[in-house]
């Protein structure tokens, strides 16, 4: 009995030391990851009426580079977010906008080359079709992840949001091998 108490202790311990109900969440950075970040990798830090950090929205790296494909992830769950003010969510939302929108200027410049495969897309290729932002983007990756790979362009369109007009515009830019 007092081997499986010091058990359940140490694992409550663990749990209070790398669970943060606070945390920010990511598209493919662990939650230690997440946990070793400065603030400035956030877009927004508030502090809540218990003086915990609240982190939102990660999006750049150790290094303080951007990283492109979380800054979409972060525009594209964007409305899934708590704020403890909710002044502070248009603050968040414009500093994001401001480092996508100069991705997407460099991304105007790049001609694209060939169609994307949407089984093995990121976000950032996602984004590069015509009429698909980042939350649309987010779908359509989460919807491979949870479904898997797309049998045949057509797929698409079980996606929210991939309707008949979106499918049109980007049918020649996608491919699924």
Not at 10 to 18: G, K, T
Request: glycine share 6%.
């Amino acid at each position: 009995m007092t081997k499986y108490v010091i058990k359940v202790s140490v694992a409550c311990m663990f749990l209070l030391i790398f669970f943060d109900p606070h945390q920010a969440y990511s598209q493919e950075w662990s939650d230690f990851t997440l946990r070793s970040l400065p603030d400035t990798s956030f877009a927004l830090v508030e502090i809540d009426k218990d003086g915990n950090k609240v982190r939102h929205f990660p999006y750049r790296d150790m290094n303080g580079s951007i990283h492109v494909d979380q800054l979409i992830y972060c525009l594209g769950t964007f409305g899934d977010e708590t704020w403890v003010d909710p002044k502070h969510k248009e603050t968040a939302r414009r500093h994001l906008e401001e480092h996508y929108y100069r991705f997407k200027l460099k991304q105007l410049k790049e001609e694209m080359t060939e169609p994307v495969n949407i089984n093995d897309a990121g976000l950032k290729d996602l984004v590069r079709l015509p009429n698909i932002g980042p939350v649309t983007a987010v779908r359509i990756y989460e919807y491979g992840q949870t479904h898997g790979p797309f049998d045949n362009i057509e797929d698409i369109k079980k996606v929210q949001g991939v309707g008949p007009a979106i499918f049109a515009g980007i049918r020649y830019y996608i491919r699924t091998r």
